[in-house]
């Protein structure tokens, strides 16, 4: 097994991994360490809810836990970096579905031409002209 960086939000952590071509297999103990879940009697659980399993088999094989697996059974998306041994887990649909119903774009930072950083939620309450430009 491998170190096998996982960011979920703002909080990255290592996991002991392996990688099995395109998949990616998580040591069990890594993943209650780092994103505070738990698989057990067919229920994906951490510390204030469950989730029940379809397949369990399908997410666990040979005592590790399958990123991707992982990732679909809490409704998440999942970009992944093989070369890099990194993972991102985004939001899930219904935070995704919550964030464009309330029509409010995530905050951001970007420097303006004089190099100074302004972040959107600074300007919150205010009309923004947000004027982008790329060379391709």
């Known amino acids: 097994m491998e170190a096998f960086t996982i960011i979920d939000g703002d909080k990255a952590a290592a996991v002991n991994a392996r990688r099995d071509g395109d998949h990616v297999w998580l040591d069990p103990a890594g993943v209650k360490d780092a994103l505070g ?3 057990h009697d067919g229920l994906l659980c951490n510390d204030s809810m469950c989730i029940p399993l379809d397949n369990e088999a ?4 040979d005592g ?3 990123l991707a697996g ?35 774009a995530p905050d ?3 420097p303006d031409l004089a190099g100074r950083t302004h972040t959107l939620g600074e300007h919150r309450g205010k009309k923004v002209l947000l004027v982008a430009w790329a060379s391709w």
């Open 37 to 39: 879940w738990e698989i």
């Open 58 to 61: 399908s997410l666990v094989r």
């Open 64 to 66: 590790a836990i399958g």
């Open 70 to 104: 992982l990732a679909a059974a809490m409704d998440r998306a999942l970009a992944v970096d093989l070369d890099e041994r990194a993972a991102f887990l985004g939001g899930s649909a219904r935070e995704r579905s919550q964030a464009l119903a309330a029509q409010q």
């Open 108 to 110: 951001f930072a970007l």
